[in-house]
């Protein structure tokens, strides 16, 4: 049966109807690798997962199993531990998460479920975007429902794990999917970043062990569970392990997302599953992962779509929900569409963050509006080098960098035209 | 120790440091704005940003930020590396884009950290050339003013007001570029210690508002060190003056006191010399008027014939300097000598000094307070009457966690945003046993409410709990026994616990049973500590020189000739009644007094004398410490020390044997000579050379061949200050003098109050020489082995009539500070408080009147309903401007008075 399972996450998903309730993911095979996974130890699904290859999907790509391995076990250890699913989805241009939440949220649940179980959490919180309003409905919905079935509650299908499952309706802000940030917003306070060390698999909520995942790796762990970890790698075209949700926004002839084996080609994406551009338009260069990554352009698209390929090609795999640009949209407008949203979530905690992105944005927005300097140019390379990783507190402000540094190096003579001309030569004016 | 390379060159360094403490302990200059040597690091603002290398190879090295990195063994950094060096330049060039750039009209211009960080990286060429944003500044009170649009979001201000100082209005808002700190409406800053903020802020953002209102660069500020007056802790403060004027307070570091931070009392109290009230002229009772005497020949003509060949009695004053009681004393001779408190304090402060006597180890200092792991507080509501004794209390208590959990996550004290992670800012064990709520009580793991008979038995069966060999207090109830266990296995579970009584309550028993309790914990083999609040900040000192009880003038005063009284307002310490009966059976009266008092008004010779700011003096804190205070403007003619009176007087009268002295360090010494337990007093006040003094005036002063061209262009010559180490002058010992002495915190660079780690050999330490007081009881080693006995049974039932227990406010119960402009603002109404089930029994509503009658004594003030005063107390706030003195534990009668308002309508 694991030979043809090759969409492991999106196989319940129908866009035309509601996602299937408890009895009907029951029936399609849900929860057996819970059940699987209770009868194992907690060691041993680590173990499993760890095996399996997997990289967390929200962008960072850390090993999950690795991620999992640092959190304090045995009797001795700090209690009670904490599992959230980071479903705080607001970087630009993503919205993978979005589809497994509507569209299977028993997945999630299972997910959740078994990773609790590995690293042995008592409570788990989905922490959600605020505006996944439909989201939250159907969560609630689905966590009523595997209550009721005893999938979550206490002594889960007659063991002695319990695990308390709720949801938490963010307030809102980008910084609030940060790790960290997460964690001090869920504990009722600003949504700063905190330090590492201690990280929070030690210290995070309320001081306890807590493991942050992102939505679609906690999804991956039912199949893992299910079919094994030779399996899962198996799924991938490379190194890399599994299936993977790209998605691509922008001017192409179809925008959407598909669960692809990780390591699919930019190309077949882009032209076999997106069809292309749309007539008329041409492809100057794509954001592989969301708005905190770099550009890459139409000489990458032989590119595999796994983490040290994209990485390879300058850029990063982040969420694998790619944004066109295309040759009718003005790169400068893109970067500053993107910089004015990043300037807008910075915490306001570290002072590179808080007061360079906005300067950079007011310098974007001038040139956008022909009111551009040359000496701007300057200034932008400098925060692109000083908003880097090590001189801010958090990925947040190195993240915002990415598009601007790369369109400086791919575009430069956009904004030097831009410049020159003293008005936005896309503009219609 | 350990090496740590900077730049190449190898430095020895204590462990356990982050790399920016060690570096500026070594002396360089390495710019910071988030961290503070008493709050640690967070990380925030980037600006100490530094390479370091992996090994002596590595030539990339990464950006680190120096205060968020270990200071380990080997570790090699370059604070001088080119891009360590832009990026700290740029991190100004952020933090200016939106500061307004108002150095010219901003107060804290000249002792600015921002300042001193821009020119430190050497950021000076604007490129932002957009629109700053701006932010609406918020009223907080009569103490801070608030500039936001100055504002670099360093942080520092609300951790300080609430991570470190536990304030509860006051937050950080917002996000990004629009971080604003404030209030979440415009109004008073509630906490004590908000002026903190002032000097924790790096920038003009919080200003000191009072200085505002006479303001002077700090260059042209002369300052001087000197002690706060205003409760018995004793804090050091920096007072600065110019044209002889007295225009702020600044914290003075003592590492063995208050560290880097004072409260709002000792802030702000200065302003008394300033206020209406302030004395300035002499006068004399003349066929029923006043007569105003203009010169001191004249004043000396008067005096004459009233004490020549006279007997007198004397009133000295637990707010008078150690100097002024001593030739006060020498005057009227010891037996005609009276301490001018209550006598009920006069006995509290004798018991108080015979325990600490007996066993001074048992006495922490404020710094031996932030480091006990279990405190309980018998009876004094310490955040009222020694603020800054419960901030090191809610330190302690914070902390405590901190010690023991840091190492368990292998963390580094240091690391402030960790540490409250990990603790979840959970309190260590702190008891309070107190008759109603206090500013503590969100820190206490448990506390009982009482009234004070019941808290003085708890007390003692604690103590006999702990060592059976204490006295059995008898009887006790299930709910107090149960206390009693919990706190005692808390209190023998600690290092050094931590018992804090003191004289608030005006109750003996209470001071007893805590000695009772530190000594039985001592048996314990525990390294307990004893710490007593006393009611000013002289009364130790005062209670030391010897002298009898003031009911005992009461008696002699028709006897003699006349009193002399010094620095003190009878009317708080005798009722209405027995203060018209003393001051109007005396003769005459000659009154030496900083304010206008009701004595003053009556006295037949009213002399005005020099407050705190303009003399020099030594004061004795609750500890036992000896401190010296310095005068910071030149002696007025008009306004002389009152030692200097009495010597005056002392040569007036023929058959007085010698002169005390004419300097304020020779009476000291002739006390120290003539009183052992003030032998230690000469090591306080020598000072090697009279030549190279301290100057008061920093050198960078101007005006000074200006300011009296106006009536004469020879400039006059210094005014002396003979036997003080501090000249009156910008020339002098500018360089390495003994930390205790330095009038000012400035160093080539660092013009503002962070300079004071250039001081220090290591930030947060000791000042360099530091002479931190001077402890008068010396340990005699034989640790106590007795016990006070049960001197008491609860008497529960007073038929129907109230116990008066007295209630202290931060602001109002002082008597100077009470005078100052800025905290009269914040002195509550005078008021009657009673339990809420006594209010539902005398049908009283919050508000309503109410009259007060005992023996000697009857007023009708508001009630205030307290629900967590116990039933059968009425509050009676203590040395509250408008309330007579009520002795504590009297017992009254209340009547409740008809609403007129209702009848009205």
Redesign the interface.
């Known amino acids: 049966m694991a030979a043809v399972i090759t969409k492991p996450l999106t196989q319940h998903i129908r866009p035309d109807r509601e996602p299937l309730d408890i009895k009907a993911y029951e029936y399609a095979g849900g929860y057996q690798a819970a059940r699987k996974a209770l009868a194992m130890s907690p060691l041993d699904v680590q173990k499993v997962v760890g095996d399996s290859g997997l990289r967390g999907r929200g962008g960072a790509g850390f090993p999950t199993g690795m991620k999992w391995s640092f959190v304090p076990m045995g009797p001795d250890a700090p209690r009670p531990k904490f599992l959230l699913a980071n479903a705080d989805e607001m970087e630009p241009g993503t919205f993978k998460d979005r589809l497994l939440l509507e569209g299977v949220p028993h997945l999630l649940i299972e997910g959740m479920l078994i990773s609790a179980y590995a690293i042995q959490a008592e409570i788990a919180y989905v922490f959600l975007r605020r505006e996944y309003y439909q989201s939250a409905r159907v969560l609630l919905r689905a966590i009523a429902e595997a209550e009721q079935a005893n999938y979550l509650g206490k002594n889960i299908l007659g063991t002695p794990f319990s695990l308390e499952l709720r949801l938490h309706q963010s307030a809102g802000r980008y910084i609030c999917g940060e790790e960290t940030g997460l964690i001090n917003s869920l504990s009722g306070r600003r949504s700063t970043p905190r330090a590492k060390p201690p990280f929070p698999q030690f210290v995070g909520l309320l001081g306890k062990p807590t493991i942050v995942n992102n939505v679609e790796s906690l999804c991956c762990i039912p199949g893992i569970m299910q079919y094994g970890p030779e399996w899962f790698k198996s799924l991938g075209l490379t190194k890399d392990a599994g299936t993977k949700l790209y998605g691509i926004s922008g001017r192409a002839l179809r925008t959407g997302l598909w669960e692809l084996p990780m390591g699919t080609p930019l190309r077949e994406i882009l032209e076999d599953h997106a069809g292309g551009m749309q007539p008329g338009y041409t492809l100057r260069g794509l954001l592989p992962g969301g708005a905190s990554t770099d550009f890459m352009l139409p000489e990458h698209l032989d590119t595999p779509m796994d983490f040290d390929a994209v990485q390879e090609a300058g850029s990063r795999l982040g969420t694998g929900t790619m944004i066109l640009l295309d040759d009718h949209t003005c790169p400068v407008g893109f970067v500053h569409n993107l910089i004015q949203f990043f300037a807008r979530e910075s915490c306001g905690w570290c002072t590179p963050c808080r007061e360079g992105l906005p300067w950079v944005e007011k310098i974007l927005q001038a040139i956008e509006t022909g009111c551009g300097e040359s000496a701007d140019l300057t200034v932008l390379e400098d925060h692109c080098r000083l908003l880097g990783p090590g001189y801010t507190y958090c990925p947040l402000a190195p993240g915002a960098m990415e598009p601007l540094q790369s369109a400086l190096k791919y575009f430069k003579q956009d904004f030097v035209r831009h410049i020159e001309e003293k008005k936005c030569p896309w503009s219609q004016a | 120790m350990i090496t740590i390379y900077i730049d190449n060159q190898p430095h020895q360094i204590r462990e356990g440091q982050n790399l920016l403490a060690a570096c500026l302990s070594l002396g360089f200059d390495l710019p910071y704005f988030c961290w503070h040597p008493a709050m640690h690091s ?6 100490c ?1 530094v390479k370091q290398f992996k090994d002596e190879n590595d030539q990339r090295g ?3 930020m120096a205060c ?1 990195t270990p200071a380990t063994e080997g570790v090699r950094i370059s604070i001088d590396d080119p891009e360590a060096r ?2 700290r330049s ?2 100004i060039e ?2 200016m ?2 500061h307004p750039h108002d150095c010219p009209v901003c107060d804290e211009g000249g002792e600015c950290h921002l300042q001193d960080m821009t020119v430190m990286t050497g950021h000076n060429y604007r ?4 629109k700053k944003r701006t932010h609406v500044n918020q009223n907080l009170g009569p103490f801070v003013n608030h500039e936001m649009n100055r504002c ?2 360093c ?1 520092r201000c609300v951790r300080f007001y609430r991570d470190y100082a536990g304030g509860l209005d006051f937050n ?1 808002f ?6 604003y700190f404030g209030r979440q409406t415009s109004g008073i800053l509630e906490g004590e210690f908000s002026g903190n903020l002032v000097e924790v802020c790096p920038t003009g953002v919080f200003t000191d508002k009072t200085f505002k209102k006479h303001y002077t660069r700090k260059w042209d500020l002369a300052t001087a060190p000197s002690v706060c007056i205003h409760c018995s802790v004793g804090c050091n403060i920096i007072i600065g003056a110019r044209y002889g004027r007295i225009r702020r307070v600044l914290n003075r570091f003592n590492s063995q006191i208050n560290g880097y931070f004072i409260c709002d009392r000792g802030r702000y109290g200065y302003e008394h010399i300033l206020s209406e009230k302030r004395l300035h002229g002499s006068r004399i009772r003349e066929n029923g008027g006043h007569k105003e005497l203009r010169t001191n020949e004249e004043i000396l003509r008067h005096l004459t014939p009233l004490i020549d060949g006279k007997r007198f009695i004397g009133v000295g004053s637990p707010r008078a300097t150690l100097e002024s009681n001593f030739a006060l004393q020498t005057l009227v001779g010891t037996e005609n000598f009276f301490h001018g408190v209550p006598d009920r304090d006069h006995a509290l402060v004798e018991r108080v000094i015979s325990i600490t006597k007996m066993d001074p180890t048992l006495t922490p200092s404020l710094d031996q307070v932030k480091n006990c792991d279990a405190i309980l507080i018998l009876g004094e509501d310490i955040s009222e009457t020694a603020p800054m004794l419960a901030l090191a209390v809610r330190r302690a208590v914070m902390d405590e966690p901190r010690r023991h959990l840091a190492p368990k ?1 292998q ?1 580094p004290l240091w ?1 402030d ?2 540490l409250q ?4 800012n959970k309190p260590g064990p702190l008891f309070l046993a107190t008759i109603g709520k206090t500013r503590l009580d969100n820190l206490a793991t448990h506390r009982l409410s009482a009234h004070p008979e019941e808290l003085s038995h708890f007390g003692f069966a604690l103590a006999h709990a702990i060592d059976p060999a204490a006295p059995d207090a008898g009887e006790t109830s299930a709910e107090m026994e149960s206390c009693v266990k919990s706190i005692k296995e808390a209190l023998l579970a600690a290092r050094n616990p931590l018992l804090i009584s003191g004289t608030g309550l005006g109750h003996a028993a209470l001071i007893e049973a805590a000695a009772n309790i530190a000594r039985a914990l001592r048996h314990q083999g525990k390294n307990a500590y004893l710490d007593f609040v006393l009611p000013h900040c002289n009364s130790m000192g005062l209670g030391l020189l010897g002298g009898r009880p003031l009911s005992h003038a009461l008696e002699m005063v028709s006897q003699v000739d006349g009193i002399i009284i010094l620095e003190n307002e009878i009317s708080r310490s005798f009722s209405s009644s027995r203060t018209n009966q003393f001051l109007g059976a005396a003769k005459t009266i000659i009154n030496l007094d900083i304010m206008q008092t009701p004595t003053s008004d009556i006295a037949t010779l009213s002399i005005p004398v020099a407050s705190y700011a303009e003399s020099e003096g030594t004061l004795v804190n609750q500890e036992g410490r000896a401190q010296r205070f310095y005068r910071v403007v030149p002696e007025n003619p008009n306004l002389r020390e009152s030692w200097s009176w009495l010597v005056e007087m002392m040569a007036l009268i023929k058959n007085q044997p010698e002169r005390l002295g004419k300097t304020p360090h020779e009476i000291t010494t002739k006390l120290a000579q003539v009183n052992p337990i003030f032998a230690p007093l000469l090591s306080l006040v020598s000072w090697g050379s009279e030549t190279q003094k301290i100057p008061r005036e920093s050198h960078r002063a101007s005006g000074r061949t200006a300011m009296t061209a106006d009536i004469s262009v020879h400039e006059p010559k210094p005014a002396d200050d003979p036997g003080s180490p501090l000249a009156f002058s910008m020339e002098g010992c500018h360089g390495d003098v003994p930390g205790n002495l330095l009038p000012r915190y400035w160093s080539p660079g660092w013009n503002s109050v962070q300079s004071l780690a250039k001081f220090q050999d290591e930030v947060g330490g000791p000042l360099r020489q530091e002479n931190p007081g001077r402890r008068l009881f010396e340990s005699t080693g034989n640790p106590i082995k007795n016990y006070f006995a049960v001197s008491e049974k609860i008497k529960k039932n007073n038929h129907g009539r109230w116990q008066v227990v007295p209630l202290y406010h931060v602001f109002g119960s002082d008597e100077l500070s009470a005078a100052g402009a800025a905290i009269s603002e914040r002195i509550p109404d005078p008021y009657i408080a009673i339990s809420a089930k006594d209010a539902a029994q005398l049908n009283l509503l919050e508000n309503s009147r109410i009259r007060l009658i005992a023996d000697r004594e009857q007023f009708e003030r508001p009630v205030k309903i307290i629900s967590s005063l116990p039933a059968g107390l009425v509050g009676v706030p203590m040395g509250l401007p408008g309330m007579p003195y009520v002795e504590p534990g009297t017992i009254v009668d209340l009547i409740a008075i008809p609403d007129h308002r209702d009848n009205e309508k």
């Open positions: 967070v990380g925030a603002c980037r600006q940003a990464k950006i680190v968020m832009a990026f740029t991190v952020w933090l884009v939106n490129r932002f050339r957009f670099i979001q942080y950080v917002g996000a990004h570029d629009s971080v996550y963390l690391q945003q960790a992670e990990v603790t979840q």
